[in-house]
């Protein structure tokens, strides 16, 4: 692929809850878009709009000069990029996949090098924003790859964020977002307990927010997912089970490099324990319902 132009068909796959937001925002610009979720009916408010259905992941990379995935686990990027008939196999010569999937860097690595093999560009370029991110198009996404593939296709990722940073090598946009999930799995743990310390000294939790979300405690978590916390919304903006993949990736990581993280394996014991308690499936706020018990 060349040039982006809105005549590039774009192909999506993943529409669950970041995904079909950030498939709409391709959509609404424009854009050709071709799509493939697990669950079609997840994808059915897409397809009223306009986009096309393929019915395999085969039939979308034929169709596509550039694919975009966002999908579970490491194992769904390994089958969908590198399994017998994975997207490698039936996309056409130059051109470009970047997969938004929070996952391992080794294997950004190896997906990147056999794409290099079959004239593919690859880029890994996972996000963080949440659910909310994702709607409003607000998300950070930080990209692993060659530097020419990702100004080529800069201006579709600008679609979907207002923080678009180029990292390096890769599996660089992969090392970032780990770097980004062990900063939230502290952050979690410390909000959550800030939350419970208002609520058990006789403050009101949401004046106490109007003081610290603007000093020197403030962050996303505080602002977005402790106002869900006092309301007792644990609907996912990300799930639980999904943090818990990500921490044990950046868990591996840590290890690979000889690097101590205390607080990095304290929140992954923690939300392994909310998960065994059935809210694996619960956003990742739930965990101050395990705190609190």
Avoid at 39 to 65: F, M, N, Q, V, Y
Avoid at 218 to 233: A, H, K, Y
């Amino acid at each position: 692929m060349k040039r982006l132009t809105k005549e590039t068909v774009i192909g999506f796959i993943g529409t669950g809850v970041m995904g079909k937001s950030m498939a709409g925002h391709i959509l609404e610009a424009g854009f050709p878009l071709v799509i493939y979720n697990r669950t079609k009916h997840k994808a059915s408010d897409l397809i009223d709009r306009g986009a096309k259905w393929a019915d395999t992941p085969k039939e979308l990379a034929e169709a596509s000069d550039l694919v975009i995935t966002i999908v579970g686990y490491p194992s769904d990027v390994e089958e969908l990029y590198l399994g017998e008939d994975g997207i490698l196999h039936h996309l056409r010569q130059g051109s470009v996949a970047i997969d938004m999937t929070t996952s391992s860097p080794a294997l950004a690595d190896a997906i990147f090098k056999s794409g290099k093999e079959k004239g593919i560009s690859i880029l890994d370029a996972p996000v963080s924003g949440g659910d909310i991110g994702a709607e409003e198009a607000r998300l950070s996404i930080m990209v692993g790859g060659e530097e020419n593939t990702f100004n080529l296709v800069k201006p579709l990722l600008e679609l979907l964020g207002t923080n678009v940073v180029y990292q390096g090598k890769p599996g660089a946009g992969q090392h970032t977002k780990m770097c980004n999930q062990i900063t939230i799995a502290s952050n979690m743990m410390g909000v959550s307990e800030a939350l419970l310390y208002a609520k058990k000294s006789g403050l009101d939790p949401d004046t106490v927010l109007k003081s610290i979300t603007s000093g020197a405690a403030g962050s996303w978590s505080l602002s977005n997912l402790v106002p869900r916390m006092i309301e007792q919304d644990y609907a996912p903006g990300f799930y639980v089970k999904h943090f818990i993949k990500d921490l044990k990736i950046a868990l591996h990581s840590a290890k690979e490099m000889e690097l101590r993280t205390p607080g990095l394996e304290l929140a992954l014991s923690l939300y392994e324990q909310l998960a065994a308690e059935g809210e694996e499936n619960s956003g990742t706020q739930a965990l101050i319902k395990l705190l609190e018990a």
